[in-house]
C-alpha cells in the first residue's frame, strides 16, 4: 500500500519537472522583443539621444554657425552669476505656486460636483473644452478678452463701477493673470483625472462613514483625500511640470514683459538659443531645469506616498 501510494507522488513530480522543462511560452519573448522595439527605438532617437547630446552641449560654447568648443563648467559658472536666469526662475515659481495652488483646489472641487451631483457625459465634455483648445488660440482669445481699451472683461469692470485694470500690462496683475488662465485651461483634465480616481472609491466606505455619524465635511477629509492620494500624486507631478514649461502662452501674450515680470525660465531659455545663438548656455539652463524638475518630482513622489493606497 505504501508502494502503491508512492507511486503517483513520483509521477506527479516527473510531470511537474518535464513541464518546467518544456513551457508552452518559450517563443513569447520573441514577440515582446518585437512589440517593443519601435518604442525602444523611439526613446533612444527623440528621448535617449538628445538628453545626451545636450548635456555634452551644456559643456560647449555653442553658437549655431560654428562647431561646439569644449568649454568646461564655464557655462554653468555664468549660470551662477546670471541675474536674469535668477530672477526668470523666481517668476516661474510664483508662476507654478499660483497654478499648482489654485488649479488643484479648483479642479478638486469640481470633481466632487461632477461625482456626486451629475453622471453626465456632456458636462464632462464640456468641463474638458479648455484643455482641448490650442494654447496658442487660448492665449489670443484671453488677450483679447483682457484688452484695457476693447476687453469684454474691463467692459464689464466699467459697468460696474470700477477702474480698467491692466491684467497682462502690469507687473503686479500679469503673473496672477497668466496662472488664471493657465488654471482655466488645465482645470477640465485634471478634474477628469480626479473624478476617475473617485469612481474607484467603493461606496461602501461613505455608507460606513454615514453609520458612524461622519458628515460630509469629515468624510471628505477623512476618506476621500486619503483614498484619492495616489491619484492626487500624479496630478499634482504632471501639473506642476507642466506650469515649470510654460512657454506659449507667454510668448503669445507678454512676450516676457512688461519689464521682464513674466520673462518665465522657458522663455529665457528659447530667447539665448534662438534670439543670441547661445546654445550652449541655453542648454546649460535647460540642464538645470531638468535637474530641478527631477528633485521635485521624487521628492513630491515620496511625501504624497503615490505608490502607497488605503483601499486595502
Known amino acids: 500500500m505504501v508502494m502503491t501510494a508512492a507511486k503517483p507522488t513520483v509521477a506527479a513530480g516527473r510531470g511537474s519537472r518535464q513541464v518546467r522543462r518544456n513551457p508552452s511560452h518559450r517563443g513569447d519573448w520573441r514577440l515582446a522583443l518585437i512589440l517593443i522595439l519601435p518604442a525602444t527605438i523611439g526613446f533612444i532617437i527623440f528621448a535617449l539621444y538628445p538628453l545626451v547630446r545636450g548635456i555634452y552641449l551644456s559643456?560647449?560654447?555653442?553658437?549655431i554657425l560654428t562647431p561646439p568648443v569644449w568649454s568646461g563648467?564655464?557655462?554653468?559658472?555664468?549660470?551662477?552669476s546670471d541675474g536674469v536666469f535668477w530672477n526668470s526662475l523666481g517668476v516661474t515659481v510664483y508662476f507654478v505656486v499660483l497654478s499648482v495652488g489654485f488649479g488643484l483646489a479648483i479642479s478638486l472641487v469640481t470633481a466632487v460636483i461632477l461625482h456626486r451631483l451629475t453622471q453626465s457625459s456632456v458636462i464632462r465634455g464640456l468641463v474638458l473644452l479648455p484643455f482641448l483648445i490650442s494654447g496658442v488660440v487660448a492665449a489670443l482669445v484671453w488677450q483679447?478678452?483682457?484688452?484695457?481699451?476693447?476687453g469684454i472683461v474691463n467692459a464689464l469692470i466699467k459697468a460696474l463701477g470700477g477702474h480698467s485694470i491692466l491684467f497682462l500690462g502690469s507687473q503686479d496683475w500679469v503673473i496672477p493673470t497668466l496662472a488664471f488662465i493657465s488654471i482655466w485651461k488645465a482645470m477640465g483634465y485634471n478634474a477628469i483625472l480626479i473624478f476617475a480616481g473617485l469612481q474607484t472609491i467603493p461606496g461602501e466606505i461613505y455608507e460606513a462613514?454615514?453609520?458612524?455619524?461622519?458628515?460630509e465635511i469629515r468624510m471628505f477629509t477623512k476618506l476621500t483625500l486619503p483614498l484619492l492620494r495616489p491619484i492626487m500624486a500624479m496630478v499634482v507631478v504632471l501639473t506642476i511640470i507642466s506650469s515649470f514649461q510654460v512657454f506659449d502662452l507667454v510668448a503669445v501674450t507678454t512676450k516676457g514683459g512688461p519689464?521682464?515680470?513674466s520673462n518665465v525660465l522657458p522663455l529665457y531659455i528659447y530667447k539665448t538659443g534662438f534670439a543670441e545663438f547661445n546654445f550652449g548656455y541655453a542648454l546649460t539652463m535647460s540642464m538645470a531645469l531638468f535637474v530641478m524638475l527631477?528633485?521635485?518630482?521624487?521628492?513630491?513622489?515620496?511625501?504624497m506616498r503615490a505608490n502607497d493606497t488605503d483601499t486595502n
Open 59 to 63: 559643456f560647449t560654447d555653442f553658437h
Open 73 to 80: 563648467i564655464a557655462n554653468y559658472q555664468q549660470l551662477l
Open 144 to 150: 483679447w478678452m483682457l484688452d484695457p481699451g476693447l
Open 209 to 215: 462613514g454615514r453609520i458612524d455619524g461622519a458628515g
Open 259 to 261: 519689464a521682464n515680470a
Open 294 to 303: 527631477l528633485i521635485i518630482t521624487f521628492f513630491q513622489m515620496r511625501l
